[in-house]
C-alpha cells in the first residue's frame, strides 16, 4: 500500500485537532468512575480490632476484610462480595498439600469484618475526598446487613467484626502475605445465570 503525501499545511491541521482530544482523553483516566462495594481481603495468621483500649474482635487464622461502600451499592454488591470472599480459595489443602486449593469455610478458619469508607478515598491535589463513599447514615445499616449476609451464608460464630463509625485500631498478622483486592462491579457480576467457577 502506497502512503500518500501530508502537506505542511495539513500536518498542522492534524497537530492541532489532536491537541484537543487529549485533554478529554486524559481527564476521563484521571477521574475513573468506579461503582462497586469494594474488599481489600488479607489472610491473616491472626487479627484483631482495638477500640478505646480495649479489643472487641478478634479471630485466628482465616480473613480480614476491610469493606468500603460506594454510595450506589445495592443488595446484589452485597450478595456478590459475600459470595467471592466466602469462596476465595487462598489457603492450602493440607491433606493434598495442594496451594490455593480450599476456602476459609472448608478450613473452619475466622472472618473479621471492618468497615473502611477510606477506601473510596480520592485525592484532590493532596486533600483525599470521600464524596463517592455511602454516607453514615445510609452505610450503618447496610453494612449491618452484610455482617448478616456472611453469617447466614458461613456460621455466626465465625464471622466477627469491628464498631462501625469507631476509631478503630486494627491489628494482624498477614500470612505470605497474601492480599487481594475484589469490586464488585457490573462486568465482574455474574448476570446471565451461568455458574462461577469454583
Same mark, same amino acid.
Not at 25 to 45: E, F, G, Y
Not at 156 to 180: Q, R
Given at each position: 500500500m502506497r502512503s500518500l503525501p501530508i502537506s505542511p499545511y495539513s500536518a498542522s491541521i492534524l497537530c492541532t485537532k489532536s491537541k484537543h482530544k487529549f485533554p478529554s482523553t486524559l481527564k476521563k483516566h484521571r477521574n475513573p468512575q468506579i461503582r462497586a462495594m469494594r474488599a481489600v481481603v488479607q489472610r491473616v495468621a491472626s487479627a484483631s480490632v482495638e477500640v478505646d483500649g480495649r479489643i472487641v474482635s478478634e479471630i485466628g487464622p482465616g480473613l480480614l476484610v476491610l469493606v468500603g461502600l460506594h454510595d450506589s451499592d445495592t443488595e446484589s454488591d452485597a450478595d456478590y462480595i459475600c459470595r467471592k470472599v466466602l469462596n476465595m480459595r487462598l489457603f492450602t #489443602?493440607?491433606? !493434598?498439600?495442594?496451594?490455593?486449593?480450599? #476456602? &476459609? @469455610?472448608?478450613r473452619d478458619y475466622g472472618v473479621l469484618l471492618v468497615s473502611q469508607f477510606t477506601l473510596y478515598g480520592f485525592l484532590k491535589g493532596n486533600k483525599p475526598d470521600f464524596h463517592v463513599a455511602m454516607p453514615p447514615q445510609k452505610a450503618k445499616p447496610f453494612y449491618e446487613s452484610l455482617i448478616e449476609k456472611f453469617r447466614k451464608a458461613y456460621k455466626p460464630?465465625? &464471622?466477627k467484626d469491628g464498631i462501625?463509625?469507631?476509631? @478503630?485500631?486494627?491489628?494482624? &498478622? %498477614?500470612?505470605?502475605?497474601?492480599t487481594m483486592?475484589?469490586?464488585s462491579s457490573q462486568l465482574s457480576k %455474574? !448476570? !446471565?445465570g451461568v455458574a462461577e467457577e469454583s
Amino acid at each position: 500500500m502506497r502512503s500518500l503525501p501530508i502537506s505542511p499545511y495539513s500536518a498542522s491541521i492534524l497537530c492541532t485537532k489532536s491537541k484537543h482530544k487529549f485533554p478529554s482523553t486524559l481527564k476521563k483516566h484521571r477521574n475513573p468512575q468506579i461503582r462497586a462495594m469494594r474488599a481489600v481481603v488479607q489472610r491473616v495468621a491472626s487479627a484483631s480490632v482495638e477500640v478505646d483500649g480495649r479489643i472487641v474482635s478478634e479471630i485466628g487464622p482465616g480473613l480480614l476484610v476491610l469493606v468500603g461502600l460506594h454510595d450506589s451499592d445495592t443488595e446484589s454488591d452485597a450478595d456478590y462480595i459475600c459470595r467471592k470472599v466466602l469462596n476465595m480459595r487462598l489457603f492450602t #489443602n493440607e491433606s !493434598t498439600g495442594k496451594g490455593w486449593d480450599q #476456602n &476459609v @469455610m472448608q478450613r473452619d478458619y475466622g472472618v473479621l469484618l471492618v468497615s473502611q469508607f477510606t477506601l473510596y478515598g480520592f485525592l484532590k491535589g493532596n486533600k483525599p475526598d470521600f464524596h463517592v463513599a455511602m454516607p453514615p447514615q445510609k452505610a450503618k445499616p447496610f453494612y449491618e446487613s452484610l455482617i448478616e449476609k456472611f453469617r447466614k451464608a458461613y456460621k455466626p460464630d465465625a &464471622v466477627k467484626d469491628g464498631i462501625f463509625g469507631a476509631m @478503630m485500631k486494627v491489628s494482624l &498478622v %498477614n500470612d505470605g502475605p497474601v492480599t487481594m483486592q475484589l469490586d464488585s462491579s457490573q462486568l465482574s457480576k %455474574n !448476570t !446471565t445465570g451461568v455458574a462461577e467457577e469454583s
